[in-house]
């Protein structure tokens, strides 16, 4: 089991596969999108999978794979039914931004991918193309249909933003609901790559505007997740993520492995260890070293609240995934 030195079990890690995405969200990504990797830095799925393995031999039980966007890297699906053939049945999700999705699908759900969390920021083709910079809606709306037909797990991730998205918070919250899937409203968090005339809507906005709709009749809290859960009167759950908040690190269970083989103890920490050189040599003597020394090192809550005192987070989410 992986313990860290506040007796938080890490049991979930999230692998970025690349750092390339079809978007250029304005949220993540500068207009002129970013310089490539490489395919030397990257780590191939071979040297990704010995790393995942280890984690899964020490007690992760939920993978999740991200990026950039994860369905731009080809072979993608090789690459899940590898781990899925290593531990069927694991709880094994992808978060994407829906382009491909409808192409795709089907060869995920065929090599073991249980659950999808999709983004979808506005419903209205302008504003979807404002943020994306890109005409992305049709395609992701069929992309979130086909998820559904397949029988996926799906989630919709929304940044609430300001003058852009907030009045259509209630319609996106109606769409999910019609789609028997689960909304998820996401505080936008500033950072040094986002453009800077967004301006994100905090919990307490996106709950008075959902509540001019409707009532909200119960209010949970999800236990390792920064997301809190709320009930509608007709029983349809959705989460509104705040990590402007630090109740979350208490109870934090994840890891994130990034697309070059950093491996990242905490989203809001400039921090991390690669496992690259000991993948490529083949030492996982070594691997196992540097795993148990970035849980050791995981630190007690993020760094979110001297991001708000002036500095900028740093930290791009197309590299850590999200
Ligand atoms: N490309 C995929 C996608 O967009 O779903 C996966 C990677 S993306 C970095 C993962 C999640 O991070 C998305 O749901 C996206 O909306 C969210 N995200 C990106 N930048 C963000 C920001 N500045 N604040 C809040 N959420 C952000
Ligand atoms: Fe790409 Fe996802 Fe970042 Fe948008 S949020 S630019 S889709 S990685």
């Known amino acids: 089991m992986l313990i860290d030195s506040y007796g938080r079990v890490v049991d979930y890690l999230r692998v970025s596969v690349t750092e390339r995405c079809n978007f250029?969200?304005?949220?993540?990504?500068?207009?002129?999108?970013?310089?490539?990797l490489g395919?030397?830095?990257?780590?191939?799925?071979?040297?990704?999978?010995?790393?995942?393995?280890?984690?899964?031999?020490n007690g992760v039980t939920k993978i999740r794979l991200t990026g950039g966007e994860p369905l731009v890297r080809s072979g993608i699906e090789n690459f899940i039914a590898m781990i899925n053939g290593y531990k069927p049945g694991l709880d094994l999700a992808m978060t994407t931004n829906g382009f491909l999705l409808a192409k795709k699908a089907q060869a995920l759900k065929d090599?073991?991918?249980?659950?999808?969390?999709?983004?979808?920021?506005?419903?209205?083709?302008?504003?979807?193309?404002?943020?994306?910079?890109?005409?992305?809606?049709?395609h992701v709306l069929e992309g979130i249909k086909t998820a559904c037909e397949l029988g996926f797990g799906v989630k919709l991730n929304?940044?609430?933003?300001?003058?852009?998205?907030?009045?259509?918070?209630?319609?996106?919250?109606?769409?999910?609901k019609s789609c028997n899937a689960q909304i998820r409203y996401i505080e936008f968090m500033e950072n040094s790559h986002a453009s800077g005339e967004l301006k994100g809507l905090r919990k307490d906005d996106i709950l008075g505007i959902i509540c001019q709709k409707y009532n909200l009749k119960e209010i949970t809290k999800s236990?390792?997740?920064?997301?809190?859960?709320f009930k509608l009167e007709d029983g349809y759950k959705f989460g509104i993520i705040d990590p402007h908040k630090h109740d979350f690190c208490a109870t934090c269970n994840r890891l994130r492995l990034s697309a070059e083989g950093l491996l990242i103890p905490c989203l809001?920490?400039?921090d991390g260890k690669s496992i690259r050189?000991?993948?490529?040599?083949?030492?996982i003597k070594k691997a196992c070293e540097i795993l148990r020394e970035v849980?050791?090192?995981?630190?007690?809550k993020n760094k979110w609240e001297n991001d708000g005192k002036g500095e900028i987070s740093s930290r791009a989410f197309y590299q850590t995934g999200g």
């Open 277 to 283: 050189e000991a993948m490529r040599a083949g030492d």
């Open 24 to 36: 250029r969200c304005r949220y993540c990504m500068p207009e002129e999108g970013i310089e490539n």
């Open 158 to 176: 929304t940044v609430a933003l300001k003058g852009v998205n907030d009045a259509e918070l209630v319609e996106l919250m109606d769409f999910a």
């Open 111 to 138: 090599a073991g991918l249980k659950r999808l969390n999709i983004s979808l920021d506005s419903l209205d083709p302008k504003k979807a193309n404002f943020l994306a910079r890109k005409d992305v809606l049709e």
């Open 223 to 229: 236990p390792n997740s920064p997301s809190s859960l």
């Open 39 to 57: 395919h030397q830095s990257v780590l191939s799925y071979e040297e990704m999978f010995e790393f995942i393995k280890i984690c899964l031999d």
């Open 268 to 270: 809001y920490y400039e």
């Open 295 to 300: 849980i050791a090192n995981k630190p007690e």
